[in-house]
C-alpha cells in the first residue's frame, strides 16, 4: 500500500479525534461525583466549577418547584421551568428558560426532571456560595418515571 495513503488515514484519524475530544470540552454532566466535588469546595473553589461551565451544553437533573411565564426580555423565552437539586451543603436552584408550551402543560411540582441545555450564568445568592441559581436555556427533558 502507497505510504501517503497511510499517512493521509492517520491524518484523518487524528482530526476526527480532535473534534470529538472538542465537542466532549463543550458538555459538562452534573452527576453525583460533580455536586460532591462542589460541596467540598470552598467557596472561592465553588465559584470557578460555576464559571468553568459558562457556554456548556450541561446533563443535569432536578425536582419541579414551578413552571411560569418568563419576563427575562433579553433570554426571549416564554417560560421558565425552576427545578431545585437540594444537596446536603448546597441547593442549586436551575431556572430553564424555553419557548415549549408542552413542558408547561406536562410538569408538575415534585416531579424529577432531566434535562440538557446551555448553561449562561450561575449566581450566588450569598458569600457562603452554598444557594446558587444557575439560568440554562432548555435544549431538551423529559420527566423521570419513578
Not at 450564568?121 to 452554598?130: C, E, G, K, Q, S
Request: aromatic fraction near 10%; glycine fraction near 2%.
Amino acid at each position: 500500500m502507497n505510504m501517503k495513503w497511510i499517512y493521509s488515514f492517520f491524518i484523518l484519524c487524528a482530526i476526527v479525534t480532535v473534534n470529538a475530544t472538542a465537542d466532549e470540552a463543550k458538555q459538562a454532566i452534573l452527576d453525583s461525583q460533580w455536586y460532591t466535588t462542589l460541596q467540598n469546595s470552598d467557596a472561592i473553589k465553588r465559584l470557578q466549577i460555576l464559571d468553568a461551565l459558562k457556554d456548556k451544553v450541561v446533563k443535569a437533573q432536578g425536582v419541579v418547584v414551578k413552571v411560569e411565564e418568563s419576563n427575562l426580555v433579553n433570554l426571549k423565552k416564554k417560560y421558565r421551568i425552576i427545578l431545585s437539586a437540594n444537596l446536603p451543603k448546597i441547593n442549586i436552584l436551575y431556572y430553564c428558560y424555553t419557548d415549549k408550551e408542552d413542558y408547561a402543560d406536562l410538569l408538575q411540582a415534585g416531579d424529577i426532571f432531566e434535562f440538557s441545555g446551555q448553561f449562561i450564568v450561575a449566581t450566588p445568592l450569598n458569600t457562603r456560595i452554598d444557594t446558587v441559581l444557575c439560568d440554562i436555556i432548555l435544549e431538551d427533558g423529559a420527566v423521570l418515571v419513578k
